[in-house]
């Protein structure tokens, strides 16, 4: 699974950025999806979308402030981040999973094992 994901960049506080993951998602549950890592920190959830069902998972840091869609025609993932915080700077990974299983570890990080290359999001104050 090759993934691509762009639309990083530097924004300020209150700003909003759309990212784009772009990929082939042959899993039904798993992916695409975002999670993000900032300086220091473990690896996280942002959001994740189900092909199969269109189930997605916000973490509750992004809740009512980030959105994603899905063009199933160009086969990509939309994350519109609004009312960014510094709070939200950290590298975002685009990720997708071969896993044709159940949904029981959505969004779960160990059940993705394809990864984006990440790009960096920089919220200034």
């Known amino acids: 699974v090759q993934l691509q994901a762009s639309g990083g960049g530097v924004v300020q506080a209150g700003g909003s950025l759309r990212l784009a993951c772009k990929g082939s998602f042959t899993s039904p549950y798993y992916g695409p999806g975002w999670f993000r890592q900032a300086p220091g920190k473990h690896r996280e959830p942002v959001s994740c979308f189900s092909t199969g069902d269109l189930s997605t998972y916000y973490a509750e840091s992004v809740k009512g402030r980030f959105t994603v869609s899905w063009d199933a025609g160009k086969m990509t993932l939309y994350l519109q981040m609004n009312n960014l915080t510094s709070e939200d700077t950290a590298i975002y990974y685009c990720?997708?999973?071969?896993?044709?299983?159940?949904?029981?570890?959505?969004?779960?990080?160990?059940?993705?094992?394809?990864w984006g290359q990440g790009t960096l999001v920089t919220v200034s104050s």
């Open positions: 990720t997708s999973s071969r896993y044709k299983g159940g949904s029981e570890y959505f969004c779960l990080a160990g059940a993705y094992d394809a």
